[in-house]
């Protein structure tokens, strides 16, 4: 028997395991090159085996005018013409904007080091906020505008769609899609500075009934905390300051320089994407960050008491 | 060889006999520290990362005495420790695992290879 805890089952992500059509075409682009550039190998192989130990008839007509003409420009040109061409026509749907009303719409914005994540309606207006983690149905297309307002930071989620940069003062669109429910973690994929390797993050995917039903619950914040401990940890939270960088819907809490809490309790993760969300992880983060993930932009908290972590923890459990 | 040594010459005996662990499997205690997330307070000596700074660092754990200061560092009571630490010494800052008591077993027994001599 395992106890809970597989919040980070999916961790490392598989890179050639498309789990939907977005992912499938690269994929399939991806076998083709590799298989591609093998046979190139083979060719310049065979040849240089011939240049060196063949036998002089051969070895005149590999040096000959018409060799070069055929295997050295006419064969890569086009080669290479036709799979940029059809490599373009596999992969244009990647970024090609979806049939009005047929997509889910959804915002992410690469931050130094997580994910802001917001679920758009189809004005494109924001519906719910969230951070470092993406709920999507089986079986649609989501159109994701990717923004940043740092420095370029890359969205990856393999087993659903290819690679596309966060560019500050540009919005790009990927698409991504999964064809059966299940967790899929997804990683930045640009150097963006210090604890750039440890910026990850989760999608996952659900049979369309179920997250409908996980969207009407989300409509409303969680209810505020009644036990004595979460109460006591929702007052430490405020005073000690953690709202200035964290929101919190229906609190005081509204800093925006951290990732949303609203939801943190219903997470797999923390510190995006890199530890299992329980008690344990959380009161470690809290009191010291720093220690687990060098350079991140949260203070340690090394005043609080063993007791007032827990509290604060346990808060932030129930919000969910 | 140089267990058998120890044997023989009487002075010490090896890890295994100062902690029996029966059954308990350190290296899937390894497994379930790095899968759990302890070091998100603790630093592991082979554990590269993380490396927590909430709770001690235990690079020398099986050397140890005593737990958390305050109870014998014997196997039984690691093994609940590590499962629910303020059950074992009240007041703990170390919360609640969420692990069941065959991986706490395990867990302990990987801790006693941590700086034994
Ligand atoms: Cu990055």
Request: glycine fraction near 10%; hydrophobic fraction near 45%.
């Amino acid at each position: 028997m395992t106890v809970a805890v597989e919040g980070l089952s999916g961790w490392p992500p598989p890179v050639l395991d498309p789990a939907g059509p977005y992912a499938g075409s690269v994929t399939a682009l991806t076998w083709v090159l590799i298989g591609m550039a093998v046979a190139v190998l083979l060719i310049v192989l065979a040849a240089l085996y011939i240049a060196l130990f063949g036998k002089g008839e051969l070895r005149r007509r590999l040096g000959g005018e018409k060799v070069i003409w055929i295997l050295g420009i006419a064969f890569p040109t086009v080669v290479l013409t036709g799979l940029l061409v059809w490599g373009l026509t596999l992969t244009r749907h990647l970024s090609a904007p979806a049939a009005e009303g047929t997509a889910l719409k959804m915002r992410v914005s690469g931050e130094m080091w997580w994910w802001r994540v917001d679920y758009l309606d189809e004005a494109g207006s924001t519906l719910m906020a969230d951070a470092n983690e993406l709920h999507i149905p089986v079986g649609r297309t989501v159109e994701i505008e990717l923004v940043s307002p740092d420095v370029v930071h890359s969205f990856w989620v393999p087993q659903l769609s290819g690679k596309l940069d966060m560019v500050p003062g540009r919005r790009n669109l990927i698409r991504i899609q999964a064809d059966r429910p299940g967790t899929y973690a997804g990683q930045c994929a640009e150097y963006c500075g210090g604890p750039h390797a440890l910026m990850g993050f989760m999608v996952i995917a659900h049979e369309p009934a179920e997250w409908a039903r996980w969207l009407a619950r989300r409509r409303a914040p969680p209810a505020a905390p009644t036990d004595a401990q979460a109460q006591r940890g929702g007052q430490l939270f405020l005073a000690a300051g953690c709202g200035a960088c964290h929101r919190i819907a229906g609190t005081p809490a509204n800093g925006l320089a951290g990732p949303d809490l609203t939801y943190v309790g219903a997470r797999r993760t923390l510190g995006a994407g890199i530890l299992p969300n329980h008690r344990g992880t959380m009161m470690g983060w809290i009191g010291d960050s720093q220690a687990i993930k060098p350079g991140n932009r949260m203070p340690p908290y090394r005043v609080l008491s063993a007791e007032q972590l827990e509290a604060i923890a346990v808060y932030l459990e129930g919000r969910r | 060889m140089p267990a058998t040594l120890l044997l023989l010459a009487a002075c010490k005996p090896p890890p295994e006999g100062r902690h029996p662990m029966a059954g308990a499997d350190a290296a899937a205690g390894r497994a379930v520290v790095e899968r759990v997330g302890c070091g998100s307070c603790h630093a592991f000596p082979d554990i590269a990362w993380p490396r927590g700074a909430v709770g001690p660092d235990l690079s020398r754990f099986a050397s140890q005495t005593m737990i958390a200061g305050r109870v014998p560092n014997r196997p039984d009571l690691l093994a609940a420790f590590v499962r629910n630490a303020p059950a074992v010494v009240p007041g703990s800052a170390m919360p609640a695992m969420p692990i069941d008591e065959a991986e706490a077993r395990d867990v302990a027994a990987y801790l006693y290879t941590l700086g034994a001599e």
